[in-house]
Each structure stands twice: as C-alpha cells, then as structure tokens.
C-alpha cells in the first residue's frame, strides 16, 4: 500500500459510495438493447420531463455559458423567497439538495460527533455523516413510518444533526403535524433538525415547517428541483434556514456551485405552476394504479405519499435482474436493507402499465420455477 493511501482518514474504511439507479444508456449497452425501448422507473424522477418554459430559458442561457454564473445566485434566490414567504437570505443554493447536506456537515459536524436518522431514510445520510467522522444513530421506524418521539430520546450530548425525510425516500412515508411539534418542542438547543422535503410538492396538505425558520429554530429545510420540477439532470437544489447558520452554508460551499443553466431552468420551472399541477395530477393517477395492481396482485406495500411506491417481491435483487433484462429499470432495495423489496417510480400511465404487466410476469415465471 502507497503512503499516501495510509493518509486517508481512517472512518471511510467501511464507506461504501453511493449507488445510483441505474442508467438508460448503461442497461442498453450492457443488454443491447434499443434505449428508446428501455422505461426507467426507478428514480423518482418526473416522468413529464421539465416545464417547456424551463427548456426555453435554458436554451436562452446556454447562448452564455461563456460567462460565469451568478455565485450567489440573486435572481434564484429571490425567487425561492419569494414563493416560500421568506428572505432571500435565508436561502441558500446546491448542486442538488444533496450538497446541502454536504455543506451542514462542512460547517457543523466533528469526528466523534452523532446524527441521528430513521432506519429506513435516505442512505445519504449516512454516507454523509461518516465522511465527516460522525457516526450514525439509526433509529427502528415501525411501519416505516419515521418514529419521532424514539428519534427524541435518542438524542445525546454528541447528537448535532437530526434527519426527518418528509415524505421519506424509499418508503413514502410522512409524519404529521402532531408528532413533528411534539418533537421540535423537545428537541435541545444543540441539536440542528433537518427536514428533507424533495417530494414536499407532491402532498396536498403538508406540515409547515417554514414556521421554525421563521421563529429562528435551527433548522434547514431541504427542496429541490429534481423531482416535481423534473430537473434531475442539472443537480440543482436548496436549503431554507436562518439567516445566521445560512451565513455559515454560503462559507462553505464552492465558488458557482450552481450554473447558468440550471438556475435559469429553475427559475423559470419555479414559476410555472401549471406544470406542477399536470404533474401532480399525473402522479395522484399513477400512484394509485400501482398500489391498485399490487392489491390485486396480492402483494405487500406501503402506502405512499411521494411518487413512488415500496413493493415487497421475494427476492428484489433477482426481480430486479429479470425485469432489467426486459427493459424496465426499477430499484432493489437490499442497501436499504430491505433484500425483499424494490421501489417503483410513478411513470407516465403508459409506463405504469407496462412495469405491472412486466412484474406479473417475473413474478408468475418465478412461481413455475419454484
């Protein structure tokens, strides 16, 4: 082993890199298959695709990338503040809301330090907290639904970080009003609580956690334009908080860590409520056909709130494999320790239709076998 390898710090040991849904391109290649006859359901991502009006504003910004973008991206800003209520100094910017997560750990966490999460929440996390030292506390959901008073007495003095994914990815999940200010009442000082809201769109009575930003509370709560905006592939999210741990965040992230593009896409995908509506509508169909068909099928699920669904199948590894070779990209579950499981994407109706005829058919093939 070289000698710089011996330098690296000692926790990533274990650290296991964060494993994406896969690609379109990639399963063509490797199956050599037509990519236009590949669905991808396995990302959440919104099958509508973006606003046209994003597409146009982002078409207009690439005449000039040959500038640099805004760092602190004004009009983005403002823009967010203005449709949340809040200043726009209480906004700040990432590279998908993925990097807000980045930049709490930068300003905030130590080694030896502790973040507490549900069991089942968003490995991200995880991955986040042991690249700054910290370690993990993962608190048992039961119904995977995220157990807020069990989060609250795990709390200790080494606890800086709380994570509360609402609605939760993977398992669609939320928690209500009651149980969150039951929580913030008795949540420490020294303890920062961040709400994870990337399918926050999508529920048609949502909890206001704004208020805790407004009060001064530490909290961050996280959006994003990858989901009801259908902006994925620009990686563009952001944080709401107070104005003093938002000062902190802007130190910590890389100069234009947003690019033109994306926060032209975002401002004008912001603005452009009728696309949110079509989507939602799409996604209130698509969501109960799919939990419609698992009923039927007699499969076990969870009821979802987001824009997809947690589905147990046997084995999700194998069913994975099987309806991959088939041309339908869903998502095993197993580094959620979750081996039974896969989640499905809402997709358009079309695609809904088509992964239910294709699981029916693994699911009957693996029946004949056994």
């Known amino acids: 082993m070289s000698s710089i390898i011996k330098q690296a710090h000692p926790w990533l040991d274990g650290l296991v890199a964060y494993d994406p849904g896969k690609p379109i391109e ?6 050599g298959l037509n990519p236009e006859a590949i669905i991808k359901v396995a990302s959440n991502e919104n099958p509508l695709g973006p606003s046209p009006k994003a597409v146009e504003a982002m078409k207009e910004a690439a005449e000039g990338v040959n ?36 930049l709490i750990g930068h300003g905030f966490l130590n080694p030896g330090d502790n973040v507490i999460a549900a069991e089942h929440a968003f490995v991200v996390y995880k991955l986040m907290a042991t690249l700054f030292g910290a370690e993990t506390i993962e608190v048992p959901d039961p119904g995977f ?27 669609g999940t939320m928690v209500g009003r009651d149980e969150i200010e039951r929580f913030m009442d008795q ?29 001064g509370r530490n909290v961050v709560i996280m959006r994003t334009f990858s989901k009801i905006q259908g902006l994925a592939g620009l990686r563009i999210g952001y944080g709401l908080t107070t104005p003093e741990i938002a000062s902190v965040l802007q130190k910590c992230r890389q100069p234009f860590n947003t690019n033109a593009i994306a926060q032209a896409g975002a401002i004008a995908g912001l603005l452009d409520d009728d696309h949110q509506r079509r ?21 076990e699920y969870v009821p979802s709130v987001a824009n997809f669904v947690l589905v147990k199948v ?7 494999d099987l309806m991959l070779k088939k041309g339908v990209i869903i998502r095993a579950m197993r580094g959620y320790k979750l081996p039974e499981w896969v989640r499905i994407s809402v997709g358009t109706m079309e695609q809904n239709e088509r992964c239910i005829a294709t699981l029916k058919e693994v699911l009957a093939n693996d029946e004949k076998q056994a």
């Not at 990639?26 to 199956?31: D, I, K, N, P, S």
């Not at 209520?85 to 990432?94: D, I, T």
């Not at 420490?188 to 704004?210: C, G, K, S």
């Not at 046997?314 to 994975?320: E, P």
């Open 26 to 31: 990639e399963t063509a290649r490797e199956l």
């Open 279 to 299: 989507t939602c509508d799409l996604n209130d169909e698509g969501l109960a056909y799919l939990q419609r068909s698992f009923n039927e099928m007699g499969l």
């Open 67 to 102: 500038i640099y973008p805004d760092g602190g991206g004004y009009k983005l800003r403002t823009a967010i503040a203005e449709k949340v209520g809040l200043q726009r100094e209480n906004v700040v910017l990432g590279n998908g809301s993925n990097e807000i997560i980045e």
């Open 145 to 171: 639904v995220h157990d807020l008073d069990a989060m609250s007495a795990a709390i200790t003095p080494e606890t800086k970080k709380v994570f509360i994914a609402n609605p939760n990815n993977p398992t």
């Open 314 to 320: 046997g084995d999700g590894d194998a069913v994975f």
């Open 187 to 215: 949540v420490p000082d020294h303890v920062m609580v961040i709400f994870d809201e990337a399918y926050h769109e999508f529920l048609h009575d949502p909890p206001n956690t704004l208020r805790y930003v407004s009060e």
